[in-house]
């Protein structure tokens, strides 16, 4: 078990260059625009720190959280790391500049950030196989250094009926919902992704 001992928000940043020192660790949250970067930040640490809203966009400058957890063993650690919100692609309500703009900021970091040890894709588990989830996809699989990973994590679990939550949990995939119980009960639960993201961070190898 995984407890989360500090979570505070650090900065924002609009680009690489105004971005805090790259000294700790990172895990980034990355996806389209509202697919639920914001929430699952505040699923996972338990706590209101991400900026999360029904309109699309609301994300817009890259967000530094400091996070130190503990696994509970013998001897146990604490780790301190760094959670990253992120913009999403494809907001589409703002000028073509702006948008450009935004989205070279976004893989300039993605590009050139040092210390991200995890990308988090999370993809919306009702819009599976967009070409725009597998485009991110495929350019973070060409970027990753062999001391990072990826995880993909299909959110809005909830939206999906039982049958088809039964069907996409048996395919192995991670799954995540702002409504706890339904995730926690039945598929795995939030530690389980708390696990994933220590071991990517720390660099241990895991199934
Ligand atoms: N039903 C349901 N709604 C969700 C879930 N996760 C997020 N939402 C809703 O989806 C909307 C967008 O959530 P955000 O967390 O702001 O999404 P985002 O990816 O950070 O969006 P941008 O910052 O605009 O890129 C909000 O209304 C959330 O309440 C979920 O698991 N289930
Ligand atoms: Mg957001």
Same mark, same amino acid.
Request: proline share 3%; glycine share 6%.
């Given at each position: @078990?995984i407890?989360?001992k500090? %979570?505070?928000f650090?900065?924002?940043?609009?680009?690489?260059?105004g971005?805090p020192?790259?000294?700790? @660790?990172?895990v980034?949250?990355?996806?389209r625009s509202?697919?639920?970067?914001s929430t699952?930040?505040? &699923?996972?640490?338990?706590?209101?720190l991400?900026? %999360? %809203?029904?309109?699309?966009? +609301?994300? !817009?400058?890259i967000?530094?959280f =400091?996070?130190?957890?503990? #696994?509970? &063993?013998?001897?146990? !650690?604490?780790i301190p790391?760094?959670?990253?919100d992120?913009?999403g692609?494809? *907001?589409a309500?703002?000028?073509?500049?702006t948008?450009? $703009?935004?989205e070279s900021?976004?893989? =300039?970091?993605?590009?050139h #950030?040092t210390?991200? +040890?995890?990308?988090?894709?999370?993809? $919306?588990a009702?819009?599976?196989g967009?070409? %725009?989830?597998?485009?991110?996809?495929?350019?973070?699989?060409?970027?990753?250094r062999? $001391?990072?990973? @990826?995880?993909?994590?299909?959110?809005?679990f909830?939206?999906?009926? +039982?049958?088809e939550?039964?069907?996409?949990?048996?395919k192995?995939?991670?799954?995540?919902?702002?409504?706890?119980?339904?995730?926690?009960?039945? *598929?795995?639960g939030?530690d389980?992704?708390?696990?994933?993201?220590? $071991?990517?961070v720390?660099g241990?190898? &895991?199934?």
């Amino acid at each position: @078990m995984i407890i989360a001992k500090e %979570s505070k928000f650090v900065t924002s940043a609009r680009n690489l260059a105004g971005c805090p020192p790259p000294d700790m @660790m990172e895990v980034v949250f990355l996806g389209r625009s509202n697919v639920g970067k914001s929430t699952f930040i505040n &699923t996972i640490l338990e706590k209101n720190l991400a900026k %999360s %809203s029904s309109t699309p966009g +609301k994300t !817009q400058l890259i967000n530094f959280f =400091n996070v130190v957890w503990e #696994r509970k &063993t013998e001897n146990s !650690q604490s780790i301190p790391f760094r959670f990253v919100d992120l913009p999403g692609f494809g *907001y589409a309500k703002v000028s073509k500049e702006t948008k450009k $703009d935004w989205e070279s900021n976004l893989w =300039n970091f993605l590009n050139h #950030r040092t210390s991200i +040890k995890l990308f988090v894709h999370l993809i $919306d588990a009702r819009h599976i196989g967009l070409q %725009s989830d597998e485009y991110v996809c495929e350019i973070i699989q060409k970027l990753l250094r062999p $001391d990072q990973k @990826m995880l993909s994590i299909y959110t809005k679990f909830d939206k999906l009926n +039982k049958n088809e939550q039964h069907k996409l949990y048996q395919k192995g995939k991670l799954v995540a919902s702002n409504n706890d119980k339904i995730i926690d009960k039945k *598929y795995g639960g939030k530690d389980k992704i708390r696990e994933m993201i220590l $071991d990517s961070v720390l660099g241990i190898e &895991t199934n």
